[in-house]
């Protein structure tokens, strides 16, 4: 009606809340990049060729998922921190890199299975991490 004040009025959205059930996409993100530069030098230890190194894409999923939940783990859990710790995060590099030729000089000439690699993945834990070094990135997989 002309000369009448409307009565709507618009209503504030409340902001968004954090769904608990949601994953953190920036936690993901971070943790995606940590494990492909890992998984980046587990190739250059490996002596990546353009052959298949994974005998499966389950292996190679299995092999990531590990990686992407202890890294997950260890973001959530702050020890890992990625950003800040350069002397850690050249271990995990190292670790990652002395992986890739034990896991290849195992595999003796074949595509590696995740067996092989979680083996390898034990070697690696056990000379990286002496008894009594508690968790960590590396030593608590």
Do not use: E, I, N
């Given at each position: 009606m002309a000369g009448q004040k409307s009565t709507f009025?618009?209503?504030k959205k409340?902001?968004?809340l954090n769904d608990?059930?949601?994953p953190d996409?920036?936690?993901?993100?971070?943790?995606a990049a940590i494990v492909g530069q890992v998984?980046?030098?587990?190739?250059a230890g490996y002596g990546a060729t353009t052959a298949q190194i994974f005998a499966t894409p389950q292996d190679y999923a299995?092999?990531?998922e590990l990686l992407m939940t202890s890294t997950v783990k260890h973001i959530t859990d702050g020890t890992l921190q990625w950003d800040t710790n350069q002397p850690m995060r050249d271990q995990v590099?190292?670790?990652?890199?002395?992986?890739?030729?034990?896991a290849k000089t195992a595999a003796a000439g074949s595509p590696l299975t995740f067996q092989v690699i979680l083996t390898t993945?034990?070697?690696v834990q056990r000379t990286m991490c002496p008894p009594g070094a508690g968790g960590g990135p590396v030593c608590d997989f």
């Open positions: 009025q618009f209503v409340a902001p968004k608990p059930c949601k996409k920036d936690l993901y993100k971070k943790a998984m980046v030098h587990f190739g299995s092999f990531s590099c190292q670790a990652g890199y002395v992986h890739g030729g034990l993945l034990r070697q």
